[in-house]
């Protein structure tokens, strides 16, 4: 039975009412911005790379709760990692949020609180969004990336 | 047709709609969302569509389907008078003169995408001006823009207040020598507001500018009569008035399509076809290039049988009541702030809740049977004019009822609970 509560965790209203990391990084080495057209989610992801390691990660940016949680929840993922554990961690997370089998949340710690996603497909972009948004900063594309 | 007998059964001129009965017409309306009623309010998105039309196109498919205009045979001639008498029916619908001014498109859509391609083409220049609204759909604002992209010309937009009424003293200054078409939104489908067209058009006339208006949310809430209104051009879509997908219509001022280019090349509207040149055949094949959506032409032709059946005087009282109790029930939400507040509008209220976003709203309100639509309604300029990133819009046809808005009410109060606001 679906339920909507699964979808709107308490760690994910958290993250949405008290963002972590939202703010913007005057010195970033990378930026990139992201949206979601659909529903007019914004994310702009600011890194501070040191020796392939993401040493700083912010967000700025507004929309739903699922965005800006996982935006939230992203940063404090990925803060301390190189990119290709960010990398991975991406893969894991979009599996188990938008993957052809139940995925398991072994290894994503937090980040299992949108397991429920999953049932919500119409939803699965604005999960994805601040992931997407980081992988462009990673690759350090310039130009806005959109999950349209 | 057995239109006729239903027809007299829904409702008098005076009498109020039987909202039962009405209900029943509309079969999709039973269907249970995870074993809740279903309380569709997303009709100005897409309209339901009743038994009457779902029954005249299987009709058409099972016994009359085959191509029009072009066979000498029984099947032909059959689809062919279909097809014709949908277009009649249109006609009387919207009080045209002529059944030539009615051309079949896709939709609302491909009805300015045929004016801005066609009457622009080679009539605009650089200095020449375009007028639209602050209110328009994206599909009355990008055609035109590419149309200024290609031609030099300027789009000029006529801005509203803090109630999402338009100016018309600030629309009448943008009036003048350099204005070379008009094109406005009828009743907006993010605000509901209903636009004074009939006076826009005039005062347009007094320049001698053609009009565009964009009907698509007006037809499905009140009667449309082009010749009373003035305008040059009147585009709708079938399916947000009750009809199928994939068909819509362009009105056109005889004259006006007359002295129009082709907007697409093929067959059915030439008249002879050689290597070295083609001549084309008047309107409305002109502007048919191809086989059309002949199933879809028929099936508006139903519903039109079928909307005046039912009647506009009970259809709008019925409408209004639903808008005003709306308001009134979404003002017992103090977190609720409505946007658009126009005196005269179509039963459409966009709305922003504190603490959860429009996206989120949808999701949990669907838990509770009730699709309404979120997001930016295909009219990012109205967002940023409210300054909001997002609306929820809940938008009402004669087939909702009062108890669907104390649903709709109630499932934004638990959406308050979910997000532990309350």
Known sequence: ?148 | MTVVSQKASRSSPDSSLDIQRVREDFPILNTLVRGKPLVYLDNAATSQKPRHVIDRLSRFLLEENSNIHRGVYYLSERATAAYELAREKVRSFLNAPDPREIVFVRGTTEAINLVACSFGRGRLGPGDEIVISAMEHHSNIVPWQLLCESSGATLRVAPMDGTGTLLLDEYKKLLGAKTKLVALVHVSNSLGTVNPVKEMVALAKEWEVPVLLDGAQAAPHQPIDVQDLGCDFYALSGHKMFGPTGIGVLYGRLEMLGGMPPYQGGGEMIRSVTFERSTYAPPPAKFEAGTPDIAGAIGLGATVDYLEGIGWGSIQRHEQRLLSYALDQLSTVPEIRIIGSATSRASVVSFVMDGIHAHDLGTIVDQEGVAIRTGHHCTQPVMDFFGVPATARASFAFYNTLEEVDVLVNALKEARRVFGLC
């Open chain 1, 1 to 148: 039975m679906l339920d909507v509560r699964d979808l709107y965790q308490q760690t994910i209203l958290d993250h949405n009412r008290s963002p972590r990391n939202r703010r913007e990084i005057d010195d970033a080495d990378r930026v990139a911005s992201g949206n979601n057209p659909l529903c007019g989610d914004k994310v702009t992801v600011y890194l501070k790379i040191k020796d392939d390691v993401i040493t700083d990660v912010s967000f700025s940016g507004s929309g739903c709760a699922i965005s800006q949680a996982s935006a939230s929840l992203m940063t404090t993922s990925v803060m301390g990692k190189s990119s290709a554990e960010a990398e991975q961690l991406f893969a894991r997370f979009h599996a188990m949020v938008a993957g052809e089998h139940q995925g398991d949340c072994e290894g994503l710690g937090k980040l299992a609180v949108f397991s429920g996603v999953r049932q919500f497909p119409a939803r699965v972009k604005c999960a994805n969004l601040a992931w997407h948004t980081l992988r462009a900063a990673l690759e350090a594309e310039t130009k806005p990336i959109s999950t349209e």
